[in-house]
């Protein structure tokens, strides 16, 4: 196997199954003191989903509609890793692409402006690799939904950025078809 070209950070975020979205975003920010970043409604997401945070990253943790097929507490809904460069997420996906990993997702999500991409480990647990989630100071509001801009591609990410994120990568090179 081969050594990856780029190097996760952290621990970025968990999301989890919960039964009550309202109650455990209630639980969340009065227990443990975090801040509300997001929310979809069902228009959005069937179920609902919430987005806190707990630093300037714009989720630690996201709430999701729990089901019977994702039961609460039974079930994370993902986690994510922070690299460092935009220029490791493309990195990552090529790696993951030789190794013969399924991407279920990559470019821009909505809520955080983070550009990723997603897929599964052996177990079918659903992992991300991410940059650029948006930073909010304690108190401040999150970006407007307005500005979200989702992508469906890294490539779609890259050339139409949302407003604050210099998506200019330092090795042109990595978007040839030959190297992804």
Not at 1 to 26: C, N, W
Not at 29 to 40: A, I, N, Q, T
Not at 46 to 73: V, Y
Not at 80 to 85: D, L, N, P, S
Request: hydrophobic share 40%; with cysteine.
């Amino acid at each position: 196997m081969s050594e990856p070209s780029f190097q996760l950070g952290k621990i970025g975020h968990v999301a989890l199954y919960v039964a009550d979205i309202k109650r455990s975003t209630e639980w969340y920010k009065d227990v443990l003191g975090f801040e509300v970043s997001d929310e979809y409604g069902d228009d959005m997401m069937p179920g609902r989903a919430a987005f806190l945070r707990c630093n300037a990253d714009h989720h630690g943790i996201a709430l999701f509609k729990a089901s019977g097929e994702n039961p609460a507490g039974a079930g994370l809904h993902h986690m994510a890793f922070e690299v460092a460069t935009l220029d490791d997420v493309v990195r990552a996906r090529a790696h993951l692409r030789r190794h013969g990993v399924q991407i279920d997702f990559d470019g821009r999500r909505r809520a955080g402006v983070q550009i990723a991409v997603e897929f599964r480990d052996l177990d079918g647990h659903r992992l991300e690799i991410y940059w650029g989630i948006d930073q909010i100071g304690r108190g401040e509001a999150a970006r407007p939904a307005a500005e979200w801009k989702g992508a469906l591609s890294l490539e779609a990410a890259i050339a139409d950025p949302v407003k604050g994120q210099d998506t200019t990568l330092k090795d042109l090179g990595l978007l040839d078809p030959v190297s992804v």
